[in-house]
């Protein structure tokens, strides 16, 4: 249920296994990152961010990636759950404060 | 402490109307940006205001507009409605901006719908 490099707008996996969720950024300027979850009826809850002069970066259960020469950024689940079934947006921000939102994953986890 | 709160929650506007939404950022944050999300086009930015002025603005006709408040708080306007701005409008706050910008906090938005 993994995938790398490329942003899938679904991606689908079993309880138990990591999860890998992409994105492609597109200003170079961008020097603020961050990942959000959105689940149905509710508005983006932030998952965890990541500034340009770090490459990785983790958290509970999640890692972010980042990847500046080819403007990529990832996010890891680990041992991902049915609550984590979700639709998760990248942003990149720059540094006069705009942000710009992904397609975002619908991830969907099955028991 | 009490999260991003907007009003109204739900909102059914006819073609040509104007609405006015509301958000009232956490306690202490001082930036609140708008975001409009539609299935077709997803989060798409509208404006960011950080003490009182627009810091930011994304591509959106002049028909939306917003403002904050000493206090934070902030409303926006959307002129002439047309259907196609039926959409879930979503305010996030933080409490810095630009350089120093930290994660955002959004609230539940407000679903609007044009007919």
């Known amino acids: 249920g993994e995938s790398v490099g490329l942003h899938l707008p679904t991606l689908s996996v079993q309880e138990g296994d990591n999860s890998i969720i992409n994105c492609a950024y597109s200003n170079s300027a961008s020097d603020y990152f961050i990942w959000y979850k959105q689940e149905s009826g509710k508005g983006p809850q932030f998952i965890i961010d990541?500034?340009?002069?770090?490459d990785k970066r983790q958290g509970q259960r999640v890692t972010v990636l980042l990847n500046k020469t080819v403007k990529h950024l990832s996010l890891q689940i680990a041992a991902t759950q049915p609550g984590d079934s979700a639709v998760y947006f990248c942003a990149e921000t720059t540094n006069a404060g705009k942000s710009t939102f992904g397609d975002g994953t619908t991830l969907t986890v099955k028991p | 402490k009490a999260g991003v709160t907007q009003t109204p929650r739900y909102l059914i506007k006819t073609r040509g109307q104007q609405v006015t939404l509301s958000c009232s950022p956490i306690s202490g944050h001082r930036s609140v940006s708008w975001y409009q999300q539609t299935p077709g086009q997803g989060l798409q930015f509208l404006f960011e205001y950080f003490s009182e002025t627009q810091r930011n603005k994304g591509n959106f006709p002049g028909r939306f507009s917003g403002r904050q408040f000493s206090n934070s708080r902030s409303e926006m306007n959307v002129s002439t409605l047309e259907l196609g701005d039926s959409a879930l409008y979503l305010c996030a706050s933080s409490l810095n901006s630009g350089t120093g910008a930290t994660e955002q906090y959004f609230g539940p938005g407000t679903r609007l719908t044009v007919t």
């Open positions: 990541i500034r340009s002069n770090m």
